[in-house]
T-cell receptor, first 107, second 122 residues
């Protein structure tokens, strides 16, 4: 498939670990990037590449890969991590696509 | 650190066109492609396309390629998105974002602009 598939929603207890997955054939070639978006705000990149974290992003965020699936893990979830998370990647022709997004609720 | 600043909100009637600008604060404007991404109310992020700010090459999502045109003014460090034949389904926040790359298979978008709300209504 040329698309990226994410679970629509996931919940996690405060302080616990949550993993968000993103599935798509293009991930066998191109790494995903992950974006956090809070209501009324522009997306912010939280992870990119194999497991790269931009400056200013807490180290509780990490990325991993297996086959055609990319994962974003939040270890020790905080209340401020409640947001929508999108994966994104490109293909060989330069076309990009976003996943459908995963709404993370911190209980 | 570069910042991207977009033009203000627009209200358009169906059938009209809109032009949104995206100005970069740094003089490295021509070194990076600029992407456009939109988000309809309550919906997912949707990739519209990119423009190579250096040579003007473009790539459009197949969904928009008949209605969208990207351009840039390097002297003003500004990219533009023109969208024609607007319908209510084009009501969305439109973002520009700078492409980053550190290897042939590692890309991401950073930073993002604040977004421009385009409302299409009769």
């Amino acid at each position: 498939s040329s698309e990226l598939t994410q679970d629509p929603a996931v919940s996690v207890a405060l302080g616990q670990t949550v993993r968000i997955t993103c599935q798509g054939d293009r991930l066998r070639i191109y790494f995903a990037s992950w974006y956090q978006q809070k209501p009324g705000h522009a997306p912010v990149v939280v992870m990119y590449g194999k497991n790269n974290r931009p400056s200013g992003i807490p180290d509780r965020f990490s990325a991993s890969y297996s086959g055609n699936t990319a994962s974003l893990t939040i270890t020790g979830s905080q209340a401020e991590d409640e947001a929508d998370y999108y994966c994104c990647s490109r293909d060989n022709s330069g076309y990009w696509v976003f996943g459908g997004g995963t709404k993370v609720t911190v209980l | 650190q570069v910042h991207l600043v977009q033009s203000g909100a627009e209200v358009k009637k169906p059938g009209a066109s809109v032009k949104v600008s995206c100005e970069a604060s740094a003089d490295t404007f021509t070194n990076y492609p600029i992407h456009w991404v939109r988000q309809a109310p309550g919906q997912r992020l949707e990739w519209v396309g990119w423009i190579n700010a250096g040579n003007g090459d473009t790539k459009y999502s197949q969904k928009f390629q008949d209605r969208v045109t990207f351009s840039r003014d390097t002297s003003a460090s500004t990219a533009y998105m023109d969208l024609i034949s607007l319908t209510s389904e084009d009501t969305a926040v439109y973002y520009c974002a700078r492409e980053q790359k550190i290897s042939i298979n590692m890309y991401w978008l950073d930073p993002w602009s604040q977004g421009t709300l385009v409302t299409v209504s009769s």
